[in-house]
């Protein structure tokens, strides 16, 4: 029987192949497949018995989410930081880096990023707001700021 | 001068265009002008990956970059330009329509929205 954990390197692999693929396909337009895909990452993390994301409290919600993402082995530590239309998550100990970085060196932005993803589903769908990733940069050895813009609903 | 919602309404009182929705590279809905009821989050991500893939296309076949795409289906066209690099121009008009004047009506705002995105 294959073994419980998939191997990280492997994961990484696949989702490159994956993703590398998608952008030739659609080129920059990649990014837009991802923002369809976050509701529906958040909706198989609940399916996982892994609930408790819909608070609109940012707080709370970054105390779950954080706890989850370690449960699952996404990352070590992730932590949110607000100021007024900007929120930033750092993200420590990414499993995803091989594939961030593997994007990166073929000049593909990484639009994959699975927390980013998740992070404009959350607020979007938990705060009355819609949201726009700015920017992921490296902060260091699998380390990056995700960069988002909240933009507040009119009417 | 006139915000995009403006330039967007403005298409949409055109005779046969319904709907007309500015998206970003991303997905993400800049303003729509469309029938209520509409999935403009949803159209947005279609819009974006199907401009996206025709211009891979182009790519591919060494055609060089979009400039317009227009799609006829059973029952509507669908026109869709880029606005500078990070935006999309996307109009649904009825398959009764002018079609020359529908992508000229397109034509004119792009350039419209290009001044002010």
Not at chain 2, 23 to 29: M, N, P, Y
Not at chain 2, 80 to 103: C, Y
């Amino acid at each position: 029987m294959a073994p419980e954990k998939i191997d990280r390197l492997g994961a990484n692999a696949l989702l490159y192949s994956f993703t590398k693929a998608l952008h030739r396909a659609v080129g920059g337009s990649a990014a837009a497949v991802m923002r369809q895909a976050g509701p529906d990452m958040l909706k198989e993390l609940g399916a996982l018995g892994i609930n408790g994301l819909d608070s609109s409290d940012l707080h709370v919600l970054e105390e779950r989410l954080g706890k989850l993402t370690k449960e699952l082995g996404f990352c070590d530590d992730i932590s949110f930081e607000e100021d007024g239309d900007d929120l930033k998550l750092h993200v420590q100990g990414c499993s995803f880096w091989e594939l961030t970085q593997g994007l990166k060196e073929e000049g593909i932005p990484p639009f994959a990023c699975p927390f980013a993803g998740i992070a404009v589903a959350l607020v979007e769908k938990n705060m009355d707001v819609r949201a726009r990733i700015k920017e992921i940069t490296p902060e260091g050895e699998r380390a990056s700021l995700i960069h988002l813009e909240l933009v507040r609903k009119q009417g | 001068m006139a915000s995009t919602k403006d330039i967007l309404t403005a298409l949409t009182s055109v005779d046969g265009i319904s709907s007309a929705v500015c998206v970003g590279r991303d997905g993400f809905v800049i303003d729509a002008s469309a029938a209520p009821g509409a999935d403009v989050d949803a159209i947005g991500a279609m819009v974006s990956t199907g401009l996206g893939s025709a211009e891979s296309v182009g790519k591919e076949l060494g055609v060089g970059g979009l400039t317009q795409a227009m799609m006829e289906y059973k029952n509507g066209v669908i026109v869709m330009t880029a606005i500078g690099v990070d935006a999309i121009l996307a109009v649904v008009a009825a398959e009764s329509s002018s079609l020359g004047n529908v992508r000229m009506q397109v034509k004119k705002r792009k350039r419209d929205l290009e001044a002010i995105l």
